[in-house]
C-alpha cells in the first residue's frame, strides 16, 4: 500500500495535503457514544480532517461532499481492505477502517 501512495503522490504531489496530517490509535469513544471508537482497536485511520470533512460538522441534512474528495486515495485504500466514512449517510470523509470482512461479504452478497 504504501508503494502504491508513494506513486500516486510522485504522480500527482497536490494530492499529499489530503494524507496529512494522520492520525490512528486513540483510546476514545465514538462521538456521542459509548462504544470504543475503532480508532482505540487500532483499526482506523484519520487523514487531513481539514480536507475531510465530518457529517457532525456540517449544516443539518447537508449532503455528503464525498464527490469532492481525490477517489485516487480511496481506491488505494479499499485494495487494501480498508472502508471509506466518505460512503456513509452520515459521511466522515477523513475516516478508514480496516475492515477486510466486511469487504469479503459485501463481494459474496453480490456473487463476486
Do not use: Q
Request: hydrophobic fraction near 45%; include cysteine; proline fraction near 8%.
Amino acid at each position: 500500500m504504501g508503494r502504491e501512495i508513494a506513486a500516486l503522490l510522485a504522480a500527482r504531489p497536490e494530492l499529499k495535503k489530503y494524507l496529512f496530517p494522520a492520525s490512528t490509535l486513540a483510546w476514545r469513544a465514538i462521538a456521542g457514544e459509548r462504544r470504543l471508537s475503532m480508532h482505540a482497536l487500532g483499526i482506523a485511520i484519520d487523514l487531513n480532517p481539514k480536507l475531510g470533512p465530518y457529517w457532525g460538522w456540517a449544516a443539518p441534512g447537508a449532503p455528503s461532499p464525498a464527490k469532492s474528495y481525490p477517489l485516487e486515495i480511496v481506491e488505494i485504500f479499499e485494495r487494501h481492505g480498508f472502508i471509506w466514512g466518505g460512503k456513509w449517510r452520515e459521511f466522515d470523509l477523513m475516516h478508514f477502517e480496516y475492515r477486510p470482512e466486511l469487504l469479503c461479504k459485501s463481494k459474496l452478497l453480490r456473487g463476486e
